[in-house]
């Protein structure tokens, strides 16, 4: 199983672009990187999901490099409300959900 | 459309009670999956549940339990419960079992007191 690195806390200000890199060293060949936001005394809510290059939807992008080693969720002109944990996971193609292994995730604090 | 849905929202027991939590998955979705998260940490992995068959288990003792229903909802049983079971109890329902690079869909949780 691909085990992940990311930053225990950021902080950013409101309408700042917010870059979290996480480190998956060890990531095989047919594994995807996912990524969740959890807000206090609520589930994980997917934001995005990438194997290479870039990825972009109407809450983030993700930045995959070539050797797929590491990879940046960016969370363009942060508000308030994306005060949040984030989880990067890495989802292997074979075997369940008891092969994706949530972190502790990145705390991150948006201020005004 | 409704979204994942857990039931009891809160729960206080004590030590060596037992426990029943209950998950209604989006509607279509044929997986749902259980998750104890503790606070400070990542969620973890309990069981993976697909037309009503175990599909997964996670490093949890036999005192957990679950099953699924025709109607694909969802039962977390624990037993025996200890003061470590404290924690917020996820469920996420996914459409098919496929792999893990499908979408997971979590409820709002139950959270569990053991005292």
């Known amino acids: 199983l691909a085990k992940t690195t990311q930053p225990i806390s950021m902080d950013s200000y409101e309408g700042q672009e917010v870059n979290i890199t996480c480190s998956h060293n060890n990531i095989a060949t047919n594994d995807y990187i996912t990524w969740y936001q959890q807000f206090p005394s609520q589930g994980p809510r997917f934001i995005i999901q990438g194997y290479k290059t870039k990825v972009t939807n109407e809450v983030a992008s993700l930045f995959i490099p070539a050797d797929r080693k590491s990879s940046t969720l960016s969370l363009p002109r942060v508000s308030l409300s994306d005060t949040a944990v984030y989880y990067c996971?890495?989802?292997?193609?074979?075997?369940?959900?008891?092969?994706?292994?949530f972190g502790a995730g990145t705390r991150l604090a948006v201020h005004p | 459309d409704a979204g994942v849905t857990q039931s009891p929202t809160h729960l206080i027991k004590t030590r060596g009670q037992h426990v029943t939590l209950r998950c209604s998955p989006i509607s279509g979705h044929k997986s749902v999956s259980w998750y104890q998260q503790v606070l400070g940490q990542g969620p973890q992995f309990i069981f993976q549940?697909?037309?009503?068959?175990?599909?997964g288990r996670g490093n949890f003792p036999d005192r957990f339990s679950a099953r699924q229903f025709p109607n694909y909802s969802s039962e977390l049983n624990v037993n025996a419960l200890l003061l470590g079971d404290s924690a917020l109890y996820l469920c996420a329902s996914s459409q098919d079992a496929g792999t893990a690079q499908e979408t997971q869909y979590f409820g709002p949780g139950t959270r569990l007191l053991v005292l």
């Open positions: 549940y697909y037309e009503k068959e175990e599909r």
């Open positions: 996971l890495v989802a292997p193609f074979s075997g369940g959900y008891n092969k994706l292994i």
